[in-house]
T-cell receptor, first 114, second 110 residues
Framework: EAQVTQNPRYLITVTGKKLTVTCSQN?????MSWYRQDPGLGLRQIYY???????DKGDVPEGYKVSRKEKRNFPLILESPSPNQTSLYFC?????????????FGSGTRLTVV | DAKTTQPPSMDCAEGRAANLPCNHSTISGNEYVYWYRQIHSQGPQYIIHGLKNNETNEMASLIITEDRKSSTLILPHATLRDTAVYYCIVRVSNDYKLSFGAGTTVTVRA
């Protein structure tokens, strides 16, 4: 089944403790992206990657890192989490090029930083 | 980016067609209309997209007006599992960033 897999689904952590949220897709998509979703603020892009070893900042990159060493994986790293990073996170992927394609999203990671 | 306007909410009876409107009066010629939905805190799900012509897939139909200033997503036989927030988005094909507005909260009632 074509899918984007995120882990963990739920995570509670303490301020300053480094964490990684994993994302893997099995569709050979070039493009991958991380979003956070907060009430009243909608979906905001954190980082994206057009292909292996190519990453770039989205709208809200502060406090996050990403890497794209393999096509299928795009982990999100919080080096020193803070309470304002408490949010619902989604990883997404899609084909590049034409015709335009829709995104496939992961099931989400609900992160709480205390 | 062209902005979209959707009603905040709508109800639909189970088994009936749900017609979800979207206004995008400032759409430009190379912008596509995309529809996604999000079932309570799950990952958004792509439904359908179109440029000028009407489109249909296994989930829904998309009707785009001739002037392209508005569109309607049709769920032909709504079920309780179609209860979700539906988002209408306008993007050029090589703009990969998604941003969702408030969308339309659709409640399907038995």
């Amino acid at each position: 089944e074509a899918q984007v897999t995120q882990n963990p689904r739920y995570l509670i952590t303490v301020t300053g403790k480094k964490l990684t949220v994993t994302c893997s897709q099995n569709m050979n998509h070039e493009y991958m992206s991380w979003y956070r979703q907060d009430p009243g603020l909608g979906l905001r892009q954190i980082y994206y990657s057009m292909n292996v070893e190519v990453t770039d900042k989205g709208d809200v990159p502060e406090g996050y890192k990403v890497s794209r060493k393999e096509k299928r994986n795009f982990p999100l790293i919080l080096e020193s989490p803070s309470p304002n990073q408490t949010s619902l996170y989604f990883c997404a992927s899609r084909e590049t090029g034409s015709p335009p394609y829709g995104y496939t999203f992961g099931s989400g990671t609900r992160l709480t930083v205390v | 980016d062209a902005k979209t306007t959707q009603p905040p909410s709508m109800d639909c009876a189970e088994g009936r067609a749900a017609n979800l409107p979207c206004n995008h009066s400032t759409i430009s010629g190379n912008e596509y209309v995309y529809w996604y939905r999000q079932i309570h805190s799950q990952g958004p799900q792509y439904i359908i997209h179109g440029l000028k012509n009407n489109e249909t897939n296994e989930m829904a139909s998309l009707i785009i007006t001739e002037d392209r200033k508005s569109s309607t997503l049709i769920l032909p036989h709504a079920t309780l599992r179609d209860t979700a927030v539906y988002y209408c988005i306008v993007r050029v094909s090589n703009d990969y960033k998604l941003s969702f507005g408030a969308g339309t909260t659709v409640t399907v009632r038995a």
